[in-house]
């Protein structure tokens, strides 16, 4: 059972920054895809960015493409989602989620994912 524990969430004004970390309990993580998904309230749950397991392919939704960025550090366990000029519809909470199996591409609904972590609240104000 792969736990999984977002921090670094937090409220920012627009234009501004955050960091969100993921970090996971098990060394599967170096051979699991990772993905950082948002839900608003109201809204249905949207793939933000997915990363694979070896980093050497991203993904990332429209709506952040050049403002997210998505890393990992697997000797840390750790992926995170660097997240610049931040705009008041970021606000939502963000979940990390991850799949095994070392697919060589991402993962780009959330039904593919088989372990999640319990959100963290992004708030942008305006």
């Known amino acids: 059972q792969v736990q999984l524990v977002e921090s670094g969430g937090g409220l920012v004004q627009a234009g501004g920054s955050l960091r969100l970390s993921c970090a996971a309990s098990?060394?599967?993580?170096?051979?699991?895809?990772m993905g950082w998904f948002r839900q608003a309230p109201g809204k249905e749950r949207e793939l933000v960015a997915a990363?694979?397991?070896?980093?050497?392919?991203?993904y990332y939704a429209d709506s952040v493409q050049g403002r997210f960025t998505i890393s990992r550090d697997n000797a840390k366990n750790t992926v995170y989602l660097q997240m610049d000029s931040l705009k008041p519809e970021d606000t939502a909470v963000y979940y990390c989620?991850?799949?095994?199996?070392?697919?060589?591409?991402?993962?780009?609904?959330?039904?593919?994912?088989?372990?999640w972590g319990q959100g963290t609240q992004v708030t942008v104000s305006s």
């Open positions: 990363i694979t397991w070896s980093g050497g392919s991203t």
């Open positions: 098990e060394r599967t993580f170096s051979s699991s895809n």
């Open positions: 989620a991850a799949v095994g199996g070392g697919y060589p591409y991402t993962q780009t609904r959330a039904y593919e994912y088989h372990y």
